[in-house]
């Protein structure tokens, strides 16, 4: 029971990246600043905002959880700052469309990835799900076809894979602090992008959506994914996301009266159906789960496993909560209840 709650939690906080991600077409279509300068500009926000918060959050952890980053954390941050940059550059020198197409493979690199590297099964559901989402992004892009521009979607095909990398390992090495590895991913981003822009081009109105958009799509977007990736399997973290594909021109219809086509009506619906029908059979099927630990007797053969876990936790030497029982307060009880850290406890580790 307890794990389908964080499952639960891993999806909502995903979904919420997703929607949060959405409205890089709205703030691309308001900003008249080229793409270099756009990336500029949203790493050094985006960077700031999870800084400061990463601060406040972790107060005297924080130097600490910098230091302990080691080479997986550089890893995630890396992989992190060249897909963030690669989306908006392949944007620039290739179509929407194939930009689309190409990363409408996400979910089956995040699946193979996710079994090669972490030995994760897929569920069938999750393939049908996705192989429909893959379905919808075609049709939404139907009457075009890949533009010829080799470079942009070669880096189109580079902001998939190094999602899908991304979605692996932040579940793969669960130690690395989310916070301290986005705040500087952000940073990188914005330092790669320094020596082709020209940030002090930028008005000052526009610095302001600039900051708004470093907010929401990046700091909002990708601690909510970063967070909740950990909590859900790969390939349906990739599926979830791909819910920004639909999401996006909505945004910019209601914002600049830019009507969508009805291939990307459809396309849409055909991916939110996916994504949503998805969500709500893995309610339902936790909705079971929880009815039927409350109504079988037999319920309480779950608690050697817990114990199983409060004693691997210990081994481990994990902080936060295992670290509280550790000292002698995680006997208390309330203490040491879940089989994995809260989505709090995450983004401190």
């Known amino acids: 029971m307890h794990h389908d709650r964080h499952y639960g939690a891993g999806l909502a906080l995903v979904s919420a990246a997703a929607l949060a991600w959405s409205s890089a077409g709205y703030f691309t279509r308001l900003i008249p600043a080229d793409a270099w300068t756009t990336?500029?500009?949203?790493?050094?926000?985006?960077g700031l905002f999870i800084s400061l918060f990463a601060a406040a959050w972790l107060r005297e952890r924080l130097w600490a959880a910098i230091r302990s980053l080691g080479w997986a954390g550089w890893l995630i941050t890396l992989n992190n700052a060249v897909g963030m940059t690669a989306f908006i550059i392949s944007l620039k020198l290739t179509s929407v469309a194939d930009v689309?197409?190409?990363?409408?493979?996400?979910?089956?690199?995040?699946?193979?990835?996710?079994?090669?590297?972490?030995r994760e099964r897929v569920a069938p559901t999750t393939i049908l799900a996705s192989a429909v989402a893959a379905a919808g992004v075609v049709v939404m892009v139907s009457g075009t076809s890949l533009s010829g521009h080799l470079d942009g979607d070669a880096l189109a095909l580079l902001q998939t894979v190094s999602m899908a990398v991304g979605i692996v390992a932040i579940r793969r090495y669960r130690h690395v602090s989310l916070l301290v590895a986005a705040a500087i991913s952000n940073f990188l981003a914005a330092l790669v992008s320094w020596p082709f822009a020209q940030p002090l081009a930028v008005g000052g109105a526009d610095v302001g959506h600039l900051a708004l958009?470093?907010?929401?799509?990046?700091?909002?977007?990708?601690?909510?994914?970063?967070?909740?990736?950990?909590?859900?399997?790969?390939?349906e973290t990739?599926?979830?996301?791909?819910?920004?594909?639909?999401?996006?021109?909505?945004?910019?219809?209601?914002?600049?009266?830019?009507?969508?086509?009805?291939?990307?009506?459809?396309?849409?619906?055909?991916?939110?159906?996916?994504?949503?029908?998805?969500i709500l059979a893995e309610n339902r099927r936790l909705g079971r789960s929880r009815a039927a630990l409350t109504t079988d007797p037999g319920a309480g053969l779950v608690l050697p496993a817990k114990a199983s876990w409060?004693?691997?936790?210990?081994?481990?030497?994990?902080?936060?909560?295992?670290?509280?029982?550790?000292?002698?307060?995680?006997r208390s009880s309330g203490a040491g209840r879940r089989p994995g850290a809260s989505a709090a406890d995450r983004l401190s580790r």
């Open 39 to 46: 990336c500029f500009w949203r790493g050094i926000f985006g």
């Open 100 to 118: 689309s197409i190409i990363y409408a493979t996400l979910p089956f690199f995040a699946a193979g990835l996710g079994w090669l590297w972490v």
């Open 213 to 235: 958009f470093g907010f929401v799509q990046m700091t909002l977007g990708l601690t909510f994914f970063t967070v909740g990736s950990r909590l859900v399997p790969a390939a």
């Open 238 to 278: 990739a599926l979830i996301s791909a819910l920004e594909a639909p999401l996006a021109p909505v945004w910019v219809w209601l914002a600049f009266g830019e009507r969508p086509s009805n291939a990307t009506i459809a396309g849409g619906v055909l991916v939110m159906a996916a994504a949503l029908g998805h």
């Open 310 to 330: 409060r004693k691997r936790s210990d081994e481990d030497g994990e902080t936060g909560e295992s670290g509280a029982r550790q000292s002698g307060t995680g």
